[in-house]
């Protein structure tokens, strides 16, 4: 009997042994648990939410510059690092070697410009007083075609047989004066006296010829036939006259704007014809890429140039479909570059796409940014990353990302209170990579975190059953 008491004795101990060491291990366990827990306090902070993306930098603008025609390079004016300005000449090819039309292009071009010249100054007075001479020379024509008409259809008085001679007589010695006056101005330079004098000597040639067909016709007996040409003879002369004062308008009034634009057209053809023979720049900036030397043999295409305006560096990114309609112009951004450690620089967005282009599938928008603060360490090829900022909150309710979890399909942080660790659901409302808005829930200001609550827990030290992973 005292054996199985002393059985049941040490069984009870060993059980009672067994137990706390059990208790021993649970409650060291828990303890380490607890010493491995990563906590942080909730506080007011601000938040800004990013769209992310990368790219490459631009410079605002970039021209390859190539040679239009074949030649041999006479000058290069601009090497690699140099500023040049819009239409500056780079480089140009030697006169000789050009095609013929580009040679000939010169004079066409002198000509073309003085033409314009004239046209844009108006007719000298010579012009002017050769063409209205011209024009009481036709209506003179016209009134003679008249008289001569009238004369065929009409019988004939001696009396204006008579006078008619006399005309003539008189008209040829009026001719004889006005050609012995104008003989010493013949072969001189146009002007004022010399046009009035030729007007005056052809007003008298026609006055006499009109007094010799007069004095014919009223002579002479008119057939069907003389009539018939008297009668087109005064039509053409009508036309004439009307011809003639249309062209003393316009030399009176100058030149139309369709013969100006004309003649700019023609200037303009002519210059762009010369331009083949250089390369110009076609906006300011810096060149980047020079190929040509003097002496070269160029053929139309041939690589010549490259200038960038760095006046403004620009980044090109794609955003996706789900993030564009949060992009807009004005946001900040905040740049890095994988070739500059350690350093940021800020932009802005000054254009976002309105087309999407689709990528195997993938829609998304180009979006520009405009570095603000760009440096020499910055350069056109550089791979950027850029985080646009969306948008800025200040003095809202923030917990860590990390210590957000999913518990029966909620969000919840487990929040550390007298040593025991619960759940709290809470509702989230923006975000950024670290942080995450609290819009509602029973999380306050100076509560307590965790980090990193395990996985599964027992009720004891903890508290708050079961753990969930997010």
Known sequence: MKRWITVLVVVAVLAAAVI??????????AASQLASLQTATVE???????????????????????????????????????????GDVLADLRQTSLPQNIILAQADLVNARQALEDLQKGFNQVAIAQAAQTVAAAEQAVEDAERYLNGLNSPVDQTYIDQAE?????????LDQARKAYEPYENKADSVIKANLQS?????????????????????????????????????????????????????????????????ARVAAAEATLALAHVESPFSGIVT??????????????????VDDLSRLLVDVKVSEVDI?????????????????????????VEVGLVGQNDQGIISFLVTVELLDPDQDVKPGM??????????????????????????????????????????????????????????GELVVG????????????????????????
């Open 325 to 349: 309609n949060r992009i807009e112009v004005g946001q900040p951004v905040v740049l890095f570059f994988d070739a500059i450690l350690a350093r940021e620089y800020h932009g802005q967005v």
């Open 44 to 86: 007011l902070g601000s938040l800004q939410a990013t769209v992310g993306a990368t790219g490459t930098v631009r410079a605002n603008q970039t021209a390859n510059l190539n040679w239009s025609t074949s030649g041999t390079v006479s000058a290069v004016y601009a090497q690699v690092g140099q500023t040049v300005d819009s």
């Open 200 to 264: 005056r000597l052809a007003q008298a040639q026609q006055e006499y010829d009109a007094a010799v067909r007069r004095y014919n016709n009223l002579v002479g007996t008119a057939s069907a036939l003389d009539i018939q040409k008297a009668e087109a003879d005064l039509e053409l002369a009508r036309a004439q006259w009307a011809d003639a004062q249309e062209e003393y308008d316009r030399v009176l009034n100058g030149a139309s704007p369709d013969e100006l634009a004309a003649a700019q």
């Open 447 to 470: 509560d307590t975190i965790v980090l990193n609550p395990p996985a599964t827990f027992a009720n004891g030290p903890f508290g708050g059953g079961p753990g969930g992973g997010q």
């Open 20 to 29: 706390g060491i059990g208790a021993i291990r649970q409650r060291q366990q």
């Open 166 to 174: 006399a005309t003539v007589v008189l008209t040829r010695e009026v």
């Open 383 to 440: 791979t950027a990353g850029v985080n646009i900022v969306v948008s800025q909150l200040e003095n809202v309710l923030l917990v860590p990302n990390r210590a957000v979890r999913v518990l029966d399909g909620n969000r919840v942080v487990y929040v550390m209170r007298d040593g025991v660790m619960s759940p709290v659901e809470i509702e989230l409302g923006a975000s950024s990579d670290s942080n995450s808005e609290v819009l509602g």
């Open 289 to 306: 890429q020079a190929e040509p030397q003097a002496g070269d043999l160029v053929n139309g295409g041939t690589p010549a140039f490259r």
